[in-house]
């Protein structure tokens, strides 16, 4: 990383007075590969968080210096992306950010001029927030194109995250006939060495079937300690539920005719497997389960930057008196929220069970429909969360499995994301101006 740092902490200091902002203006604070970060764009975005603050009776809790110098880096890390995406395309038409905004509007039950009005009247300056809401989007369909397509989400993920949702029907979307040995742990936990001999018999046994020397057919028939009714040489599996994790994640990895050239060790014992087919499971596919769904709203501040963990939660406590004084929470959403839900007033649309984080989650199914929570913590940062209505509707489980696979997508992206941005701020050519 190329960084010019010339004297910045006692330039920024220069700032503090009203006579030296006023010489900031038309000047430069810091360049940033191909663009420019003006001292006025600096100053008016720290302007624009003291006003938040200051509405709510709170003052910035660091020096002017370090407050003005997290800002300034915010400002890089953005440019750094807008230049990325302009870089490879990424562009927001005039009429597409005015589609948006209508679309944004009708949402809230407005005309975009009463939505752009009611921002207005809130003190929006909108030429600022149409260039933050534009770079938004902007930044979304970067982070789409650049960072999703490195997140890969597994078969086996899925169905793990689905299984940890009470109340909800696991099934694959494949049948797998497998043929297995199961050879009981002798007492588990309790007794270290008859669970070491079983172990070490079930190996015995696995090596003896690896090697030639019994037939997996034979050696059911020897070893295998399931009920004698169910010492078939085949089964069909089509509901993940009724057996050990263990297992189903394991095929859900194996290829036909393939023996697992492991033991799987469950809390019963151990078992051999082999898998003998695998084809698709229609029936399924359409098969309907019930998922309960609620329709919510939130406004999100991060914890980040010039924003501490005590500032963002008081932050969201002033909001929520203000909603609970008579002010729409949608607006609010639109003017403070700090994700990309902000354009739609909050407005998450209707969530199913397991969509959201756990934390978030167990605030939203306590609140009584139309009930706005109290700041709840996420590693997302704090969130105040109005449940809207609340259903339940019939899924198909394919579908269930697309739901699930966009969340752990989502989820994992995050994490991607923030080593995405770093490398690309760490590799961005950067000269500090101030003076």
């Not at 968080?49 to 709510?56: P, R």
């Not at 009776?57 to 210096?65: A, D």
Request: charged share 25%; with cysteine.
């Amino acid at each position: 990383m190329k960084i010019k740092l010339i004297t910045f902490a006692a330039a920024i200091t220069i700032c503090v007075s009203l006579n030296a902002q006023a010489q900031m203006i038309d000047g430069v604070a810091a360049i940033v590969n191909n663009n420019i970060i003006t001292q006025k764009e600096l100053l008016n975005n720290a302007d624009a968080i003291e006003k938040q603050l200051a509405a709510s009776g709170k003052k910035i809790q660091v020096s002017r210096q370090e407050f003005l110098k997290e800002v300034l880096e915010r400002l890089i890390s953005d440019k750094v992306q807008i230049q990325r995406a302009r870089d490879v395309s990424i562009t927001l038409s005039d009429a597409e950010f005015n589609s948006i905004i209508e679309s944004t509007a009708k949402q809230n039950n407005m005309t975009s001029a009463q939505f752009l009005e009611n921002l207005q009247k809130a003190g929006v300056k909108m030429a600022q927030w149409k260039e933050e809401q534009r770079n938004n989007i902007i930044l979304g369909r970067l982070r789409q194109k650049e960072v999703e397509p490195l997140v890969k989400v597994s078969e086996s993920e899925i169905d793990s995250y689905l299984s940890s949702l009470t109340g909800v029907t696991v099934a694959p979307l494949e049948e797998f006939n497998i043929s297995r040995i199961f050879i009981p742990n002798g007492g588990g936990d309790l007794d270290k060495d008859a669970l070491n001999k079983s172990r070490d018999k079930a190996q015995k046994v696995l090596d003896d079937i690896t090697s030639g020397s019994i037939t997996f057919e034979k050696a059911i028939s020897y070893y295998s300690k399931v009920p004698e009714s169910e010492k078939q040489n085949e089964i069909i599996i089509s509901d993940f539920s009724q057996i050990p994790v263990e297992i189903s994640t394991v095929l859900l990895r194996m290829q036909r005719q393939q023996l697992w050239p492991y033991l799987i060790e469950t809390k019963s014992g151990f078992y051999i497997i082999r898998l003998n087919n695998r084809q698709n499971n229609d029936k399924m596919r359409n098969k309907a389960v019930q998922i309960p769904q609620t329709k919510v709203r939130q406004i999100l501040i991060r914890v980040a930057g010039a924003t501490s963990e005590k500032e963002a939660k008081q932050r969201l406590i002033d909001i929520k008196k203000r909603i609970d004084n008579g002010e729409d929470m949608a607006t609010l959403a639109t003017l403070y929220s700090q994700d990309g839900s902000a354009m739609s007033g909050g407005n998450m649309n209707w969530v199913s069970q397991g969509e959201m984080v756990p934390e978030f989650e167990q605030a939203m199914n306590l609140l009584p429909a139309g009930k706005v929570s109290i700041p709840v913590r996420t590693d997302y940062g704090y969130h105040l969360i109005q449940v809207i209505d609340r259903r339940v509707k019939d899924v198909g489980i394919g579908q269930q499995r697309e739901t699930a696979r966009r969340v752990l997508t989502e989820r994992k992206t995050e994490i991607v994301y923030q080593d995405w941005v770093r490398n690309l701020r760490e590799k961005a050519f950067v000269d500090y101006k101030i003076k």
